[in-house]
């Protein structure tokens, strides 16, 4: 063996290596917070000695998770819609049409997206306070929108780019109207790329911290917000209970992620993202 594929042979075994280590790092500490959510208690032992569910029973009560996912789920709700009905139709206006100043808008497009969240964030609560929106479900939804929007267009082109334009032209010449054209005609085409995008803007809005915990009040936390302060509130309360509450986080992150796994390819967005940027 020459000293190049001996090299590579080794390059190869330490990137596994590295793969291993990370996945068995990740499985174990979910493991352990999964473990501990139904563990009696647990101290300097490999398992516990007893496991039970009240804590699930005890953290749905002390953080009122039933209306935590009510808000939660009609924050995630919103944003779907108007991402969509915003999304959808900007993404067949950039995809179908040219225009000057295309290529900087698409620019626009993508920097929400690019960018941390928490840089552009605290801004963007301070102008949704000075309008009296912030601490509301409203500017929870408003601050939402400024990332999943762009996420929408940028699902949503390549899908519009497929359709053949000749598909539209030949549905005018035949008396379709600009409703009878979308509901007919593109809508059905379409429907994959949008239930893609909104079920993976779904997954993203339940996961966004940082928008929501500037922009949110009391009554207006998401899941995720409310986790944050269930860990750093003051007070004792049990680590199972917050570890209970975590796995029920994970869990509905899991369930809406493997869906829209389901229906789109994550590489087609970031293949679109490169050569948006690129361009």
């Known amino acids: 063996m020459n000293r190049n594929a001996l090299l590579s042979k080794l390059w190869v075994t330490a990137v596994w290596g590295v793969v291993i280590l990370f996945v068995l790092n990740l499985a174990a500490m979910i493991a352990t917070v999964l473990v501990n959510s139904f563990a009696t208690r647990w101290f300097g032992t490999w398992l516990p000695p007893g496991f039970t569910t009240r804590w699930?029973?005890?953290?749905?009560?002390?953080?009122?998770?039933?209306?935590?996912?009510?808000?939660?789920?009609?924050?995630?709700?919103?944003?779907?819609?108007?991402?969509g009905l915003l999304g959808v139709p900007a993404a067949y206006a950039l995809a179908r049409r040219s225009f000057p100043g295309k290529r900087a808008l698409m620019l626009l497009f993508l920097l929400p997206l690019m960018a941390p969240p928490i840089t552009f964030g605290i801004p963007l609560a301070s102008v949704l306070y000075k309008?009296?929106?912030?601490?509301?479900?409203?500017?929870?939804?408003?601050?939402?929108?400024?990332?999943?929007?762009?996420?929408?267009?940028?699902?949503?082109?390549?899908?519009?780019?497929?359709?053949?334009?000749?598909?539209?032209?030949?549905?005018?010449?035949?008396?379709?109207g600009t409703f009878k054209l979308f509901a007919y005609v593109l809508l059905p085409l379409l429907a994959p790329g949008i239930l893609a995008a909104l079920l993976l803007v779904l997954v993203r809005t339940i996961a966004m911290f940082e928008l929501t915990f500037f922009t949110a009040g009391p009554t207006s936390q998401t899941l995720v917000v409310a986790l944050y302060y269930s860990v750093y509130a003051a007070g004792v309360r049990a680590g199972q209970s917050i570890d209970a509450m975590a796995v029920i986080y994970m869990l509905t992150t899991l369930v809406w992620l493997f869906v829209a796994l389901r229906f789109v390819n994550p590489t087609q967005i970031v293949t679109r993202a490169k050569r948006e940027t690129a361009v």
């Open 56 to 83: 699930y029973m005890e953290a749905w009560a002390e953080f009122q998770l039933g209306d935590v996912l009510i808000v939660t789920f009609e924050i995630v709700g919103l944003v779907v819609l108007f991402a």
């Open 131 to 176: 309008a009296g929106l912030a601490g509301s479900m409203s500017g929870v939804v408003l601050a939402n929108l400024v990332p999943t929007v762009p996420f929408v267009i940028l699902v949503m082109m390549p899908f519009i780019e497929q359709i053949d334009p000749r598909v539209e032209d030949a549905a005018r010449v035949f008396g379709a």
